[in-house]
């Protein structure tokens, strides 16, 4: 009988990178595990975001209970503001994951509505028919932690997101004991992440940046610039504790990373030595080679602070010739032609970039377990069902593959998004499908600096606010424009001709108030346009179109 | 005195990967070396190819005594079509170089006004005051050539592309002997290729990935699909090697692939057995362990025959449960995502996708050298002064810093595309600028199978065939069309009503005709809709838009 089954429901990360959200069902009793966000393909021009569709959640919104979070990584709790904007249950996650989930909705005006519950790594949580035990895993994050799920026909572990990382910086240890317990007592199913399920062997401890790092520190003669994703706590801490031994100052630059570094520091997980920090208006009183700037941008974001500096427009930090610039992180397949920009700019500067091309040395290393950390887990936990989570089509594939080959799994699953597994003590079946899908949300301006008083929303119907091509034809030899440049607006009420010729000017102005350098960037230029244009749309027709600048180089 | 002075120009590749193109003039005279392609940046949707800016050429077009070419791949020759129209000046090259040309100037209907020379390793050309000695090198490509250019001022010595490749496939040994006589002899510049100045020690030799795709083919169970560049004719020839030792029938699949294995079997190139290659139709006579099929699209080119065989559309590559898919290439940056949705794709049929991620094996190696083979050369030819060539910003000066530090280099300059460097006997000084830039051409579909009569032109004046974005709103979960397509114009007279709804059908009737499968891969999607609705208004309106279709996933 169905209602003696429990059902697990990928809604998003199966079968894609991001948007990682998983539901569990118990007859009238739903669990939400994560709810990520994904950052969009590049033919999704003009959206900002991507986050699962809930259309399964909010159809039984009276049975779910509450959402449990692995983690504060984006793809697991950015897409938060929207789900918890469609459906206000209860949020549980660790002190440091809550922490980044409070300031996320604060930015978005949903934090007093919100129940925010912290968990315990050892300590259970019960909702409706489930009881949640939290065990502490290690990840480039801190305060991560994996979920053993008691149900009525046996344990869920779902992993989140882990690797096993022997030394964490923290050092609050990997909960080996746990999982082998659980292995002990019987486990129905482990949910287990597949990102690096391509990689043989195991990935290295956080720490095993430390000596390619502290050369670094060693050599640079000048200003260091330390680039890294602003989330990698482990990593900030290591910068810290080597600007302390090598006699240099820091100065944090960017939100993202302000922001990050302010709620490590609340919670102890980094304790810079007293005076070490100056603020970046102090970077011009001390000599070159005492200081260490940390910034945001690894990634070449157009509007980052890295990406800012590149072309010498930045308030506070200048990159001048003899300055080295490490950017202690991986290139992202997609974003190379915006980091080696980037990277082009520094070198005309001068500066030396060291980036992860081969021949850095070990200046980043990932936070996801590789093919042996995942069969240690699996011999650790030993399910009777296995399922890979997090993961394109041939990762889960693969992650089968391997977790099959081992001999101590009675079945492993290759399943998607939207499909319905049903599972009881004996038997695991998929049966269906529920609706899942993407979701686009254009959030004014993810990269910008001014906090606005966003609005989430689907763009569902374009039809409602419409879309906005701001078209320009730039010449690549001069960088000037070959006329003005064009608007053209779809799916809203056309407004009068003045608007229009305002918009274009609006454009112009962009344009003229950039440096030759940003204009040849055309990730820069599309990103000021968007900006500006968006405000002056917003402010003039209170509409909020989706604006895709297109440059023509002439 | 600056008549005494032999000037170099780069017009295209100092700054930037492609369109390799660079003018040496002495008074009255200039030569040429090269005339290449780049594919655009995805900034640039809708343009199919860049080439350089030739103005300096054409302003000077009486004085250009020619182009020599170094070799055969599209980012040294693709731009002919463009130049030549612009500028009908004899061509130079070795004889497989020629044969690429002539298929290309055929497309465009240019070979009966085109001048073609062929020219031999070791065997001196002289056009005005220039007297050119080709020298055999080796590189990915066959029949590869360094241009030792003789000068009223001494011998500027421009290396191609190349590696040093000591067990070439076919047999034609790169001329060490020869770079080391000019050097005993005395060069005043070495033009040497950056693309590879980031790697450490020497390239493998192209002989190199036979141990690994001999295993491959013999634990092959089922059909063989053999991808990679089509212009890898050692690649090619070792798989013809491999397909004959265990027993299969090769079909080569996809245009590219065909017509340069045509090329190279009619030049000896390459020698398949008798019986070897069976044509494409006769791939159903034969069981599938007999079977290596030959077919293009290693970057997941989304109208190439391999994405079209991974979504189940193409008429005789057909993928089955158990075949085995090789990509023997490496993922060019920026190409990823294309390549991930194509290995996905072919994941699902349950097909086993060996790709270049790591743990593959030996599968590909580059065509150029690497630092050692960069020193090797520099320590043979001990050049006066030094510049490098092919690459970003980044590569160049890195280039330049490794040549420096060797002590055998009196200087080592950084040029970038449009620099004037002057050089006599004793000197070079960088002494102005000249117009430079990239053009962008749309070729009509440079992946579609059917060959059309190009019209090349310049895209200089939007405003001449003006822009047109069809916008497409497909709902991910359904697949379908959310409302009929929207089609925006510009830059183009106002067309009647009745058309832009006549274009509209084309584009739903563009997307009718596609798999669910297809139109999950907005790439193919995107391709697919560029050249119906490019076929349909060049006919209706004898116009060349530019056409770039923009779709919002809802």
Request: net charge negative; glycine share 8%.
């Amino acid at each position: 009988m169905a209602q003696d089954k429990l059902k697990l429901i990928p809604l998003g990360g199966l079968g894609e990178f991001g948007m990682n959200c998983m539901a569990l069902r118990w007859q009238d009793d739903i669990l939400v595990i994560d709810a990520g966000l994904m950052f969009p393909e590049e033919e999704l021009l003009g959206v900002d975001i991507v986050v699962p569709d809930i259309s399964y959640l909010t159809e039984n919104r009276d049975k779910v209970r509450g959402i449990v979070l692995t983690h504060g990584h984006e793809d697991h709790i950015g897409g938060l503001p929207w789900i918890l904007s469609e459906l206000n249950v209860p949020v549980y996650g660790t002190e440091f994951t809550l922490a980044f989930v409070e300031g996320k909705l604060e930015e978005h005006n949903l934090l007093d509505d919100a129940e925010l519950n912290e968990i315990i790594p050892g300590h259970r949580l019960t909702l409706g028919p489930f009881s949640i035990m939290p065990i502490r895993v290690t990840h480039s994050l801190v305060d991560c932690v994996a979920l053993a799920i008691h149900t009525p026909v046996g344990v869920v572990l779902h992993t989140g997101d882990f690797k096993v990382d022997l030394s964490p910086t923290d050092g609050q240890p990997f909960d080996l004991q746990a999982f082998a317990e659980l292995g002990k007592q019987g486990v129905l199913a482990l949910l287990q992440d597949s990102t690096n399920v391509d990689r043989r062997g195991y990935t290295p401890s956080e720490k095993a940046v430390r000596p390619r790092l502290n050369e670094i520190f060693g050599q640079t003669k000048k200003k260091l610039f330390f680039s890294c994703f602003s989330s990698s706590i482990h990593r900030i801490r290591l910068a810290m504790e080597l600007a302390a031994e090598h006699g240099r100052k820091i100065a944090i630059i960017g939100r993202s990373l302000d922001n990050s570094t302010e709620i490590a520091q609340d919670l102890g997980y980094l304790e810079p030595a007293p005076g070490l920090l100056i603020h970046p208006g102090q970077i011009k009183d001390f000599p070159p080679e005492k200081l260490c700037i940390m910034i945001s941008g690894t990634q070449g974001e157009p509007m980052s602070a890295l990406s800012r500096a590149a072309v010498n427009n930045h308030k506070f930090a200048r990159i001048d010739a003899g300055d080295t610039v490490l950017m202690s992180s991986r290139v992202i397949p997609g974003n190379e032609k915006s980091i080696y920009r980037v990277i082009d700019h520094l070198e005309r500067r001068d500066a030396t970039v060291i980036y992860d091309d081969g021949t850095a040395g070990l200046i980043h290393v990932s936070g996801h377990g590789s093919q042996e950390e995942l069969r240690l887990m699996i011999n650790l936990v030993r399910p009777k069902f296995f399922v890979p989570i997090h993961g394109d089509y041939r990762h889960l594939k693969r992650h089968v593959e391997l977790a099959s080959s081992m001999g101590l799994v009675e079945k492993a699953i290759l399943m998607e998004d939207g499909e319905v597994l049903e599972l009881d003590r004996n038997s695991a079946t998929k049966t269906g499908n529920v609706t899942v899908g993407r979701v686009c949300i254009d959030s004014g301006g993810a990269a910008s600096d001014v906090v606005e008083d966003l609005v989430i929303r689907d763009r569902r119907h374009l039809s409602e606010d419409g879309i906005v091509l701001p078209i320009i034809a730039i010449n690549k030899g001069t960088g000037r424009l070959e006329n003005l440049p064009e608007i053209v607006m779809r799916g809203m009420a056309v407004p009068e001709e003045g608007l229009i010729a305002e918009a274009r000017q609006v454009v112009q102005r962009t344009l003229d108030g950039s440096s030759n350098e940003e204009k040849a960037d055309y990730g820069v230029v599309k990103e000021k346009i968007r900006t500006d244009l968006k405000r002056f749309i917003q402010k003039s027709m209170s509409r909020r179109p989706l604006i895709m600048p297109v440059i023509l180089e002439i």
